[in-house]
C-alpha cells in the first residue's frame, strides 16, 4: 500500500483541520492505519490509529477529546479531523499503516502549523 497525506495548513489556536490520507491498492481495507506527527527538534510520535473495519481507535493523551480518526474503505482514505488546536499540535503529520504488527508504510507527511 502506498499512502499520501494532504489537509495541512495554517491555523489559529482553538481552530479546526481536517487531514485526509489516501491510500493506492485493493488492500487498503485490511490494514491498521493511523497518524503519527514529528515536531522540529522532536522525535516522531504517535497520535492514533484505527482497525480495518473502523471498529477501534487509539489515541494519544495529548489529543483525546479534540482529534478524531476515522476511515472510508470504499475510498481507500482515511481521515485525522483535528479540533482544538493548540500551538503544541504543530508539526509534519504522517499517515502510516502496519504491517506485521509494525508500522513499515509511511506517507510523505503533511505540515500543520497552529499559531496562537
Known amino acids: 500500500v502506498q499512502l499520501q497525506a494532504s489537509g495541512g495548513g495554517l491555523v489559529q489556536a482553538g481552530g479546526s483541520l481536517r487531514l485526509s490520507c489516501a491510500a493506492s491498492?485493493?488492500?487498503?481495507?485490511?490494514?491498521?492505519v493511523g497518524w503519527f506527527r514529528q515536531a522540529p527538534g522532536k522525535e516522531r510520535e504517535f497520535v492514533a490509529s484505527?482497525?480495518?473495519?473502523?471498529?477501534?481507535?487509539s489515541y494519544a493523551d495529548s489529543v483525546k477529546g479534540r482529534f478524531t480518526i476515522t476511515r472510508d474503505n470504499a475510498k481507500n482514505t482515511m481521515y485525522l479531523q483535528m479540533n482544538s488546536l493548540k500551538p503544541e499540535d504543530t508539526a509534519v503529520y504522517y499517515c502510516?499503516?502496519?504491517?506485521?504488527?509494525?508500522?513499515?508504510?509511511w506517507g510523505q507527511g503533511t505540515q500543520v502549523t497552529v499559531s496562537s
Open positions: 502510516a499503516a502496519q504491517v506485521g504488527g509494525r508500522w513499515t508504510r
Open positions: 491498492g485493493r488492500t487498503f481495507s485490511s490494514y491498521v
Open positions: 484505527i482497525t480495518w473495519s473502523g471498529g477501534s481507535t
